[in-house]
């Protein structure tokens, strides 16, 4: 079957916070990390089908996703979940937050690489716990953990890890070596490791796999919790439908305790969404990053050819992490608006030198942006 990826959907006159953010202005929305792609068929179809019925009380359990979800697990990571292991959550930020409230105290820290995706900071924030922050470093054109560091930078105070795998804003995907590194760092300083892992299903080199650290064996299974979702892979963000993995009952009745009465249940409309997503949906999902791969490929190689600008290849994700420090610019969000680009602001994910380039599009609006950006180098004040 084909999918047509080049369509353009216009979303300037629609309720996406995405394109909303420039109306009315001449600016190509490259920030928020969702796509411009029209979701696959089978979940247009099962959602139709749910929204013809009419009538829209409270759901039942969610039964049904839990044994769909288990099952997507063990076929694409050969990870034997239980069905008691899984709760079901309207996002993986509430995981985020949820995990630093149930599993810190105020005089805990939580240990956090950076540059990382922005809800990890605010989590830690939002419940007044303090923070360590690791600057990930760049080891063969790689963003990884140097846990020598992490190591030095230690009060123990430290109660949780929090990993982002694929790495937001990085595109690592961490190898099996790495992530036992990490779980035998976790396990000698007695941590509770929470794993987001929301873009595991855009996975771009070839030869690369993913692997939940839950996998890794029964005690990482027993100290984490792990976060996935379709909602990136399936371009269904705004519909809300996320999964939390706790093999771990006593974390598990933590993680639930603090949910009660401040986190809703999922709605229906999300989960028959979330259903056909990982039961239909994955020929629609190879063709997807098929397609993300070309616009990497096509936008790494005309980065690196820019003056003062450079980026390294992301493993995953449709997000560029790009390195803007020659640049010598205060405020590049405002610089690159101003020539039509709207861009994440590094500052945002830990690291001012950098901007966070989406190029989950149509490959007409990212030559479109690349030629902006190539414009927008010529200035005479920053050549």
């Known amino acids: 079957m ?15 916070i995405k394109w909303n953010k420039y109306k009315g202005k001449d600016i190509i929305p490259l920030w928020i990390a969702d796509t411009d792609f029209k979701s696959p068929k089978c979940i247009i179809d099962a959602i139709n089908n749910r929204v013809s ?28 979940l239980k069905p008691e292991w899984i709760v079901v959550l309207p996002g993986v930020v509430s995981g985020l937050n949820l995990s630093v409230r149930a599993f810190t105290n ?40 140097d846990m020598n560091i992490v190591k030095s930078k230690m009060n123990r105070k430290e109660k949780l890890f929090m990993l982002c795998n694929p790495q ?11 992530l036992i590194e990490q779980l035998t760092f976790a396990q000698q300083n007695n941590l509770i490791v929470c794993s987001d892992e929301i873009h595991c299903d855009l996975v771009l080199e070839l030869d690369v796999k993913h692997i939940p650290f839950g996998s890794l064996n029964n005690d990482a299974e ?19 439908a996320s999964i939390a993995i706790i093999p771990n009952k006593y974390l598990r009745n933590k993680f639930l305790q603090a949910r009660q009465g401040i986190v809703p249940e999922v709605n229906i409309i999300a989960l028959v969404a979330a259903e056909a997503a990982w039961l239909h949906g994955n020929q629609w999902l190879e063709s997807l990053i098929n397609y993300l791969r070309n616009n990497r490929n096509f936008l790494v190689s005309q ?9 390294v290849s992301p493993e995953a994700t449709y997000l560029g992490w790009i390195d803007i420090s020659h640049l010598e610019i205060q405020d590049p969000i405002t610089y690159f608006e101003n020539y039509g680009l709207g861009f994440s602001s590094g500052l945002e994910f830990g690291n001012n030198n950098f901007i966070r380039f989406n190029f989950g599009c149509n490959r007409i609006t990212l030559e479109k942006a690349i030629g902006r950006l190539k414009y927008a180098l010529t200035k005479s004040d920053i050549s």
């Open 168 to 178: 937001n804003p990085g595109g690592t995907v961490y190898r099996y070596e790495e």
């Open 106 to 145: 105020e005089y805990e820290r939580v240990i956090t690489p950076i540059p990382i995706y922005p809800p990890f900071r605010k989590a830690a924030k939002l419940a007044n716990r303090d923070q360590l922050n690791i600057p990930l470093v760049l080891q063969n054109r790689r963003w990884v953990l």
């Open 222 to 240: 027993q100290r984490s919790i792990t976060l996935m979702s379709p909602s990136k892979s399936f371009n269904i963000a705004g519909l809300g």
């Open 53 to 80: 019925h009419g009538v829209f009380g409270y759901g039942k359990k969610p039964t049904s996703l839990v044994n769909i979800f288990i099952d997507y697990v063990q076929k694409k990571f050969n990870w034997e």
């Open 303 to 311: 980065i690196n050819l820019m003056p003062k600008l450079s980026m």
């Open 2 to 16: 084909i999918f047509d990826f080049d369509q353009q959907i216009e979303r300037r006159y629609s309720d996406s």
